[in-house]
């Protein structure tokens, strides 16, 4: 399983719900996009290193943007911008999830729901 940013943001902000499957779910996996998404919300150095030790803690495997996924994320944008506001770290992580056959944890199944070949399992905060 693929956890998208929203749900990481989710827990760190402590809800409950976030903390109960994301605990059910380790280990797991994150985007790299999200890894960086995630390290331009903190707020300072300590929060970052905080959240740094907790990335260890559930020993997660933060997976690395290649060539395929570059090409997948491409089609999503030239295919989705437009209808669907397709944004790039969107299209990126939804190639990660479909390129690596994994299943996508976001409470924003709405941003990918388009896309035929993926399969998002549905986050609600409470």
Not at 73 to 100: C, G, K, P, W
């Amino acid at each position: 399983m693929i956890i998208d940013t929203d749900v990481i943001i989710w827990y760190l902000r402590g809800n409950e719900n976030a903390k109960e499957i994301i605990e059910k779910n380790i280990p797991f996996s994150i985007s790299v996009i999200t890894y960086m998404e995630l390290l331009q919300g903190m707020k300072n150095k300590d929060e970052t290193r905080l959240f740094q030790k907790q990335i260890q803690k559930w020993n997660i495997d933060i997976m690395q943007i290649n060539k395929e996924i570059s090409s997948r994320a491409m089609f999503y944008v030239q295919e989705y911008a437009l209808r669907h506001s397709m944004m790039l770290a969107d299209a990126l992580i939804a190639a990660t999830v479909v390129q690596n056959g994994e299943i996508l944890l976001t409470a924003n199944d709405k941003h990918y729901r388009y896309i035929p070949t993926i399969e998002c399992k549905r986050f609600t905060p409470g």
